[in-house]
Nanobody, 118 residues
Framework: QIQPVESGGGLVQSGGSLRLSCAAG?????????MGWYRQSPGEERELVAR???????DYADSVKGRFTISRDKAFTGVYLQMNDLKPEDTAVYYC???????????WGEGTLVAVSS
């Protein structure tokens, strides 16, 4: 079943790097159409960071373009977010989102905290 689990968050200094990983689940019997990363800071709404489709098309928030890179594994059951040149404003809880193929049905992970100190 689809049950996203994130890993890789932590505390890093400004200018540093982190790599987030998300495993979509085990014994998945439905097709996945899209996987992505969202983030939410205290008092703010959850926002898209990056997403990737089954066709490998990608979409990034303007604020992370050129610094973050999303990638996926061959089976499309895992997604990664390489974050370089991190800034204090990147501090947030990062959530993995997995969407079924040709469907509005989506699943969220519990999130992983990324904290960037200045």
């Amino acid at each position: 079943q689809i049950q996203p689990v994130e890993s890789g968050g932590g505390l890093v200094q400004s200018g540093g790097s982190l790599r987030l990983s998300c495993a979509a689940g085990s014994r998945i019997t439905v097709a996945i159409g899209e996987m992505g990363w969202y983030r939410q800071s205290p008092g703010e709404e959850r926002e898209l960071v990056a997403r990737i489709t089954i066709a490998r098309t990608t979409d990034y928030a303007d604020s992370v373009k050129g610094r973050f890179t999303i990638s996926r594994d061959k089976a499309f059951t895992g997604v990664y977010l390489q974050m370089n040149d991190l800034k204090p404003e990147d501090t947030a809880v990062y959530y993995c989102n997995v969407r079924q193929y040709r469907s509005d049905v989506a699943y969220w992970g519990e999130g992983t905290l990324v904290a960037v100190s200045s």
